[in-house]
């Protein structure tokens, strides 16, 4: 039974920065697939980033594209926590970011539905 634990999320000005993490337990990390995403009210879940081992201790990220120049995913496999900084924030960006992960099948990418265990979700509201 695998777990994420999200926090950093909250109120920031337009061009501000802010740092999110998620502490997994419960699956095998090194080799799970980790992803964020994102949902504003009445809209669907939007794809933020992800990233898949490639190798070993080789690790690969896909950015969608809103996000592309302005955040960067990270990963801390001493902590089993991932990490999303982001930068020159917009109001666009203001939602409920989600952390998910795999079972370490290898084949999670861009959709929802790829991945099997989520965190609680953490609102970041960007004024402008």
């Known amino acids: 039974q695998g777990r994420l634990v999200e926090s950093g999320g909250g109120l920031v000005q337009a061009g501000g920065s802010l740092r999110l993490s998620c502490a997994a337990s419960g699956l095998s990390f090194s080799s799970s697939t980790m992803a964020w995403f994102r949902q504003a009210p009445g809209k669907e879940r939007e794809f933020v980033v992800t990233m898949r081992r490639i190798g070993n201790n080789i690790y690969y990220a896909d950015y969608g594209d809103s996000v592309k120049g302005r955040f960067a995913m990270s990963r801390e496999g001493a902590k089993s926590t991932v990490y999303l900084q982001m930068n020159n924030l917009k109001p666009e960006d203001t939602a409920v970011y989600y952390c998910?992960?795999?079972?370490?099948?290898?084949?999670?990418?861009?959709?929802?539905?790829?991945?099997?265990?989520w965190g609680q979700g953490t609102q970041v509201t960007v004024s402008s």
């Open positions: 998910a992960a795999d079972r370490g099948q290898g084949t999670a990418r861009y959709r929802s539905s790829d991945y099997d265990y």
